[in-house]
């Protein structure tokens, strides 16, 4: 597509329940990142996919968060037994990955925890 | 990554132009100056790097100092559009970026 997608665009959820974000990077974008942003605050590194190397999760804050990259294209974030802390909007990048290259991100997915 | 520092917030008159500087002393060889901005509710916007040399694109010039620990980003002419948050990170090539918490810039009309 013409930029990255991320669906949904909201989603509330009830405390203790499992979400799964998705994000759609750029055509052949082999870089692909999970930032989260609090209301009000700076982003948050959560996890790096480059190529076929083992992901970087080094940000993801509890066993609670994964990620997955399905083909090196479509990753899915998924949260488990979600908490209130966890309200934030989730925002996907990607990157052909090339020395010095921008990053584009999509619009991200606010998820509200109830 | 280095730390960079910038003012938490800058006015700039419309159609002026704006000068946000960054500070990034501890910055290595191998890691470039990346800007990018966020507008109210949207994703963060790619708007220019640089290793050493002064760049420039159709949104923006990037200035690095010759010993590279400091950078001003210039907007040519400011619209009301450019206010947004603008962070200026520091990094090597395939890192993750790190963002800060940016200067808010506010174009006054």
């Known amino acids: 597509g013409a930029g990255v997608s991320q669906s949904p665009s909201n989603k509330v959820t009830e405390k203790g329940k499992d979400v799964e974000l998705r994000c759609d990077p750029i055509?052949?974008?082999?870089?692909l990142y999970w930032y989260r942003q609090s209301l009000g605050q700076g982003l948050e590194f959560l996890i790096y996919f480059q190529g076929n190397s083992a992901p970087d999760k080094s940000g993801l804050p509890s066993d609670r968060f994964s990620a997955e990259r399905t083909g090196g294209s479509v990753s899915t974030l998924t949260i488990q037994r979600t908490q209130q802390e966890d309200s934030a909007v989730y925002l996907c990048?990607?990157?052909?990955?090339?020395?010095?290259?921008?990053?584009?991100f999509g619009s991200g997915t606010r998820l509200t925890v109830v | 990554d280095a730390k960079t520092t910038q003012p938490p917030s800058m006015d700039c008159a419309e159609g002026r132009a704006a000068n946000l500087p960054c500070n990034h002393s501890t910055i290595s060889g191998n890691e470039y100056v990346y800007w990018y901005r966020q507008i109210h509710s949207q994703g963060p916007q790619y708007i220019i790097h640089g290793l050493k040399n002064n760049e420039t694109n159709e949104m923006a010039s990037l200035i690095i100092t010759e010993d590279r620990k400091s950078s001003t980003l210039i907007l040519p002419h400011a619209t009301l559009r450019d206010t947004a948050v603008y962070y200026c990170i520091v990094r090597v090539v395939q890192s993750q970026f790190y963002f800060g918490t940016g200067t808010s810039l506010t174009v006054i009309p």
């Open positions: 990048a990607s990157s052909l990955g090339s020395q010095g290259a921008g990053y584009t």
């Open positions: 055509s052949g974008h082999t870089a």
